[in-house]
T-cell receptor, first 111, second 111 residues
Framework: EAQVTQNPRYLITVTGKKLTVTCSQNMNHEYMSWYRQDPGLGLRQIYYSMNVEVTDKGDVPEGYKVSRKEKRNFPLILESPSPNQTSLYFC??????????FGQGTRLTVV | SQQGEEDPQALSIQEGENATMNCSYKTSINNLQWYRQNSGRGLVHLILIRSNEREKHSGRLRVTLDTSKKSSSLLITASRAADTASYFCATDSGNTGKLIFGQGTTLQVKP
């Protein structure tokens, strides 16, 4: 089954404690991206990757890092999380300009 | 940056009625996509319409695109309670795969 898998689904952490949210897709898609969703703000792109070892900033990259060492994986790293990074995060993958496939989301709370 | 503006923000109808949601955008596009999101879950792709298309159908869904007005509409006919969800438009402007989402329309279909 074609899917994008994110882990964990829920995470509560403390300010400053480094964390990684994993994302994996099994569709051999080249393009992957991370979004955060906040009430009243819709989905905003954090980072994207057009292929292995090619990543670039989206609209709200501050406080986040990503890596793309393999085609299927695109982890999101928060080196020093802060409360304003409390949000619902989605990973997505797609081929070029076609439809995007989304993971089920990671609800992060930073206290 | 937000490209799509959706209208209305919330819509409540009775089962069997039609639901129409509108999306306006600011820059020229390669394609426009509509997604559905059940509460707190991942987004699911519904339909994609290219910039050279004016109308597209998929089951009970009908999407129109007016590039001169930079607007699109999504019509759900004969709505069902299971259609209750948030609906988002997303635009692809550069063949890069980057999608810019609107803030969404929350649809409630009452049984």
């Amino acid at each position: 089954e074609a899917q994008v898998t994110q882990n964990p689904r829920y995470l509560i952490t403390v300010t400053g404690k480094k964390l990684t949210v994993t994302c994996s897709q099994n569709m051999n898609h080249e393009y992957m991206s991370w979004y955060r969703q906040d009430p009243g703000l819709g989905l905003r792109q954090i980072y994207y990757s057009m292929n292995v070892e090619v990543t670039d900033k989206g609209d709200v990259p501050e406080g986040y890092k990503v890596s793309r060492k393999e085609k299927r994986n695109f982890p999101l790293i928060l080196e020093s999380p802060s409360p304003n990074q409390t949000s619902l995060y989605f990973c997505a993958s797609q081929i070029g300009s076609s439809e995007a496939f989304f993971g089920q989301g990671t609800r992060l709370t930073v206290v | 940056s937000q490209q799509g503006e959706e209208d209305p923000q919330a819509l409540s109808i009775q089962e069997g009625e039609n639901a129409t949601m509108n999306c306006s955008y600011k820059t020229s596009i390669n394609n426009l996509q509509w997604y559905r999101q059940n509460s707190g879950r991942g987004l699911v792709h519904l339909i994609l319409i290219r910039s050279n298309e004016r109308e597209k159908h998929s089951g009970r869904l009908r999407v129109t695109l007016d590039t001169s007005k930079k607007s699109s509409s999504l019509l759900i006919t004969a709505s069902r309670a299971a259609d209750t969800a948030s609906y988002f438009c997303a635009t692809d402007s550069g063949n890069t795969g980057k999608l810019i989402f609107g803030q969404g329309t929350t649809l409630q279909v009452k049984p």
